[in-house]
């Protein structure tokens, strides 16, 4: 079974411009979830999407936002970047039922590492 | 605010040893503790759990206690190989599916 994926895996943007990262869940994985990693704030969670609706969401500014596929595919949008924003995002897939993540079965992809200059 | 908290950023280990990862949190309303493993370039992957319920988990080399009236956990591994050496990761499970994250503690396993 093929795992989470993330593209693009690198990425240079400039100040003020925007960025839209992409993950496509495991196959059959509902649920898809973002995180922001950062050194000394380790992953900071962004949201959770389930059947295209997003479900939970973090404490981040309006400038970052998700959305999900019909396929469970998921983007993730950041506008009007800064230079802050540099961090490895991160997102993990899950079956999507509540039981299921405190058992571990969140998988993580390889990440999209961001850098704003 | 950081919720769970990782103090030690790095810990050496020689191997065959036991390897002891730390872990402090400040929400008593967290129901789910977990630990995940790290290499460079991939994704955490998920390595052991326990609920608030409990006080010890263990899975093979692997064992996690809870200390809730502390608000600690800790990962001890033994015995250590080269292979554990890895960043590790607390996590937190708080109301709905939001997890919270430490730091993180980078492992090294010398041989």
């Known amino acids: 079974k093929a795992g989470v994926t993330q593209t693009p895996r690198y990425l240079i943007k400039t100040r003020g411009q925007q960025v839209t990262l992409s993950c496509s869940p495991i196959?059959?994985?509902?649920?898809v979830s973002w995180y922001q990693q950062t050194p000394g704030q380790g992953l900071q969670f962004l949201f959770e999407?389930?059947?295209?609706?997003?479900?939970n969401k973090g404490n981040f500014p309006g400038r970052f936002s998700g959305r999900q596929f019909s396929n469970s595919r998921s983007e993730m949008n950041v506008s009007t970047l800064e230079l802050g924003d540099s961090a490895l995002y991160l997102c993990?897939?899950?079956?999507?039922?509540?039981?299921?993540?405190?058992?571990?079965?969140?998988?993580f992809g390889p990440g999209t590492r961001l850098t704003v200059l | 605010d950081q919720q769970v908290k990782q103090n030690s950023p790095s810990l050496s280990v020689q191997e065959g040893r036991i390897s002891i990862l730390n872990c402090d949190y400040t929400?008593?309303?967290?129901?789910?503790f977990l630990w995940y493993k790290k290499y460079p370039a991939e994704g955490p992957t998920f390595l052991i759990s326990?609920?608030?319920?409990?006080d010890k988990n263990e899975d093979g080399r692997f064992t996690v206690f809870l200390n809730k009236s502390a608000k600690h956990l800790s990962l001890h591994i033994v015995p250590s190989q080269p292979g554990d050496s890895a960043v590790y990761f607390c996590?937190?499970?708080?109301?709905?599916?939001?997890?919270?994250f430490g730091t993180g503690t980078s492992l090294t396993v010398i041989p």
């Open positions: 996590a937190a499970k708080g109301t709905g599916n939001q997890f919270y």
């Open positions: 196959s059959g994985h509902r649920s």
């Open positions: 326990i609920s608030s319920i409990k």
């Open positions: 993990a897939s899950s079956l999507g039922s509540r039981g299921a993540l405190v058992q571990g079965e969140q998988f």
């Open positions: 929400n008593s309303m967290f129901d789910y």
């Open positions: 999407y389930f059947s295209e609706t997003q479900r």
